[in-house]
Every structure is written in structure tokens, then in C-alpha cells.
């Protein structure tokens, strides 16, 4: 005896995710680019967040999708089908290695308008970042 009430609840598929992860915008999985991986707020095997964007659309979604509808799209032939970094839970993904810290930085957010020399002293605002590196030589510095 099944548990779910009707079969055709799900358009026809007896669970709610169909075989390939599509755009909910216009349709089609062929343009979607892969930008992070997030486990379920309620946690659900086989279940991931996943926020891509469609170059199709242009549209940028999130939503619930299985393990093997994301692996179908980023093992597809052809140019990668994941950012050039990919964020999957807390780690950075770059040339498909995780990136690892390369330091930290204290950065500035103030930025002077003019060229003159300041009549006054401005406080300064200052951001943390930490500092992420790829084998590649690629970096990326991300507020702490």
C-alpha cells in the first residue's frame, strides 16, 4: 500500500524533484551554472540546496535538489557547468580543488572622492577579510 494519497500529486512523478534540475524560470537545464551547494535546512537524504544561474534567462534561483540531479549537471561534457568558484557547504571550490587560507587583511572601505588633501581627519572603517588561494595562483579575500 502506498503512503503518498495520490501518485499524480507531482505532476506525474512519484517524488517531488524530476529526473534533471531545470530552470524554474524558462524551462530548460541546458544554460544553468552551478554557484553553491547548501545542505537542507531540515536535513533529507539524497536533498541539497542549490542556487545556480540560468544564462539562458539570466535568471539567478535557488532551490531543493537531489545529489544526482547536481552531479548530472556538473559532470556534463563541455565547458564547466559550476562558477568559476563553486561554494559547497563551507568550503570554496576552485580548478575543483578546495581553496585554503592564505592569510587575512585589514581593508578600508573609505575611498576619497577627491584628489585635494582632507581640511579634516575622517574616522577610518575598516573591514577583516580572509584571504582564500587556489593552486592555481587564484585569490579571493572574503569578509570574516
Known sequence: ?????????????????????????????????????????????????????????????????SVSQVAAILNRPGPSAAADVLQFGGQYIHCGEPMHAAGSELRSVYSPVTTDTPAASFLGVYLSTRVLRCDCGFQMELPR
Open 1 to 65: 500500500m502506498s503512503t503518498i494519497s495520490d501518485p499524480d500529486l507531482f505532476g506525474g512523478h512519484r517524488h517531488p524533484h524530476p529526473d534533471y534540475l531545470h530552470c524554474t524560470r524558462c524551462g530548460t537545464g541546458e544554460h544553468i551554472l552551478i554557484h553553491s551547494l547548501d545542505p537542507l535546512p531540515s536535513p533529507a537524504q539524497g536533498l541539497v540546496v542549490v542556487t545556480y544561474s540560468c544564462e539562458g534567462c539570466g535568471g539567478l534561483h535557488t532551490q531543493d535538489a
